[in-house]
C-alpha cells in the first residue's frame, strides 16, 4: 500500500502535471477509439503495451477475455460492449488474449474448479464453446500445446459471441465497425493480429487496413488488423512463404525439422496442420 500512495504522489507531481491539459479536456467527456477486451491478468496493461494516451481506450476486463453470448448473462460486459458502440461511437473492437492465461488453464479443468472456486466455475462456463470445441477436435495435444490452442481458439470463439449482440451486427452489416483479433505473448512482448486474408495470426504492423473506420486512412505505424470471425476451417499461412514442403534449413520462411517456423518473429507458433484449425478469419 505505501507503493501506491507512493504512486498516486509521483502521478499527480509527474505526468499529471505534464499532461495538465489533456486531463482538462477530457474531465469534459471521452472519446476513446477503440474498445480492447482483454484478461484481468495483472501481467496486461492495455495502455503500456500499445503505448495509447489516457482516454483511447474504452476497456473491458475478465478472467478469459470472455464476452458470454447475447442474452446468456445480464452482466457488464454485454452492457459495456453496448454502451462503447452505441454511445460512443466506438467503431473497433480489439479482443486480446495472452500466452500463459490462467483462465484458459482451469478451462481446461474446468469440473476440478467447482468445489472450491465456484464462482469461477460458473463464470467459466461462458466459455464452454472453447472447451468443446478444443476437447472434441484437438485430443491428442496435451500441456503448453493444448493451452496454446486454447488460447487461440478463445479468442475467435469470443469474437464470434460478439456478433450475436444486436449492435454489434448492425454495425458490422453498416460497414461501420471493425473486429480485431490480438494475441499477446508474455515473454517476448510480441502481439500477433489475426490476418483474415492469410487466415494467420501475424506481426499486426504487416497487415495494415487501407481504411480505418472513425480515422481515416491507416498510418503506417497504426498496429491493428481487421480480424472478423468465419464459420468454417480454412488453411493458414506462415508470416512468411516458405521455400520448401518440410524445410529442414534455418532462415526466414522455412522450417525447422519439428514443424515450427524458425522465424523469430513466429517462434511460439504453433504446427502448420495445428494452425490449419486455429487460423481462420471470417467475411461479415
Avoid at 509527474?14 to 477486451?37: A, M, N, T
Avoid at 481458439?153 to 490480438?182: C, D
Wanted: aromatic share 10%; net charge negative; with cysteine.
Amino acid at each position: 500500500m505505501r507503493k501506491l500512495i507512493k504512486g498516486l504522489r509521483e502521478f499527480k507531481s509527474g505526468y499529471f502535471s505534464s499532461h495538465r491539459d489533456l486531463f482538462e479536456s477530457l474531465s469534459h467527456g471521452q472519446k476513446p477509439r477503440v474498445l480492447f477486451i482483454t484478461c484481468s491478468d495483472s501481467r496486461i496493461v492495455p495502455n503500456l503495451i500499445t503505448q495509447a494516451d489516457v482516454g483511447d481506450l474504452f476497456v473491458i476486463r475478465n478472467a478469459g477475455n470472455i464476452i458470454p453470448p447475447y442474452g446468456a448473462a445480464n452482466g457488464g460486459e454485454g452492457a459495456a460492449v453496448e454502451y462503447a458502440i452505441q454511445a460512443l461511437d466506438i467503431q473497433q473492437i480489439v479482443v486480446c488474449g495472452h500466452s500463459h492465461c490462467g483462465a484458459m488453464k482451469g478451462l481446461l479443468t474446468l469440473n476440478k474448479l467447482e468445489a472450491d472456486m465456484p464462482l469461477v466455475y460458473e463464470w467459466l462456463k461462458h466459455a464452454e464453446a472453447t472447451r468443446r470445441l478444443v476437447k472434441e477436435n484437438y485430443s491428442d495435444y496435451q500441456g503448453e500445446e493444448l493451452l496454446e490452442v486454447t488460447i487461440a481458439e478463445n479468442v475467435l470463439t469470443q469474437i464470434e459471441n460478439l456478433k450475436t449482440y444486436p449492435v454489434v451486427h448492425s454495425r458490422l452489416y453498416q460497414g461501420k465497425l471493425m473486429i480485431f483479433a490480438w494475441i499477446y505473448h508474455l515473454e517476448t512482448g510480441e502481439v500477433l493480429a489475426y490476418d483474415p486474408v492469410t487466415h494467420a495470426y501475424m506481426p499486426p504492423q504487416s497487415q495494415l487496413p487501407d481504411f480505418i473506420p472513425g480515422e481515416g486512412p491507416a498510418p503506417k505505424e497504426f498496429v491493428s488488423t481487421h480480424a472478423p470471425v468465419l464459420d468454417v476451417p480454412v488453411a493458414c499461412e506462415l508470416p512468411y512463404p516458405l521455400q520448401e514442403e518440410d524445410g529442414q534449413t534455418d532462415g526466414k520462411g522455412q522450417l525447422g525439422g519439428n514443424g515450427y517456423s524458425e522465424n523469430p518473429l513466429a517462434a511460439w507458433w504453433l504446427p502448420t496442420e495445428q494452425a490449419e484449425r486455429i487460423y481462420r478469419g471470417s467475411t461479415t
